[in-house]
């Protein structure tokens, strides 16, 4: 268990429909980034928040939105979802996010998205 | 922007041998921080090891060892005496340390690695 959790593990749904990814990210850690795996695209930065605030926009599409609770929790919406959105999407998080975590950070175990 | 290139998809070696994993990146930075990830059949990100790109010696973590040629911007992984729960997807990264994209990885494609008993 690496302290990060993601809900919920798979998930399928419809075309155009809308969905919520939910992380929590290690205790003590302020810093939460969402990264996707694709098969044609591999694993892309999508956003990171730190203590509530985004601090860094990667390739994440107009439809994608996220924001990180004051519980630190954070959460990546879907909506309008295509065929191509199915993925695997990972939650990181870190300590902190200036200086940047060059120790590495601790990813959770993913949620499998499949959009039929 | 940086890129990273794994040239190799797919790599096999038998219980108990060394293989190397190729990983070349670009970038016009001086100071970065490189990575090799796993990803067994869980799912799950492991890190399995890190490179500061200012330190000259070779990072290595028990099994795992990694030759960094900071010129040629090459960054391969050696694993000895393979086990079979070394098999897996290992993923190179690099991470910047400046601009806006400080502290996001990014990753190469993958190699996926099948250890044979």
């Known amino acids: 268990d690496s302290g990060v959790t993601q809900t919920p593990k798979h998930l399928i749904t419809a075309t155009g429909q809308r969905v919520t990814l939910r992380c929590s990210p290690r205790?003590?850690?302020?810093?939460v980034y969402w990264y996707q795996q694709s098969l044609d695209q591999g694993l892309q930065f999508l956003i990171q928040?730190?203590?509530?605030?985004?601090?860094a926009k990667g390739n994440i599409l107009e439809r994608f939105s996220a924001q990180q609770f004051p519980d630190l929790h954070s959460e990546l919406n879907l909506s309008s979802l295509e065929l191509g959105d199915s993925a695997l999407y990972f939650c990181?998080?870190?300590?902190?996010?200036?200086?940047?975590?060059?120790?590495?950070?601790?990813f959770g175990s993913g949620t499998r998205l499949t959009v039929v | 922007a940086q890129t990273v290139t794994q040239s190799q998809p797919e790599m096999s070696v038998q219980e108990a041998e060394t293989v190397t994993l190729s990983c070349t990146y670009d970038?016009?930075?001086?100071?970065?921080?490189l990575f090799w990830y796993k990803q067994p059949p869980s799912r799950q990100m492991i890190l399995v090891i890190r490179?500061?790109?200012?330190?000259?010696q070779n990072a290595t973590e028990n099994r795992f060892s990694v030759n960094f040629q900071k010129a040629a911007k090459s960054f391969s992984l050696k694993i000895s005496d393979s086990q079979l729960g070394d098999t897996a997807m290992y993923f190179c990264?690099?991470?910047?340390?400046?601009?806006?994209?400080?502290?996001?990885?990014?990753f190469g494609k993958g190699t996926k690695l099948s250890v044979k008993p």
């Open positions: 990181a998080s870190s300590v902190r996010a200036r200086p940047p975590p060059n120790y590495g950070y601790t």
């Open positions: 205790s003590g850690d302020l810093s």
């Open positions: 928040y730190y203590n509530g605030e985004e601090r």
């Open positions: 970038t016009s930075e001086s100071n970065y921080y």
């Open positions: 490179q500061e790109a200012y330190k000259q």
């Open positions: 990264a690099f991470m910047s340390q400046q601009g806006g994209s400080q502290g996001n990885l990014i």
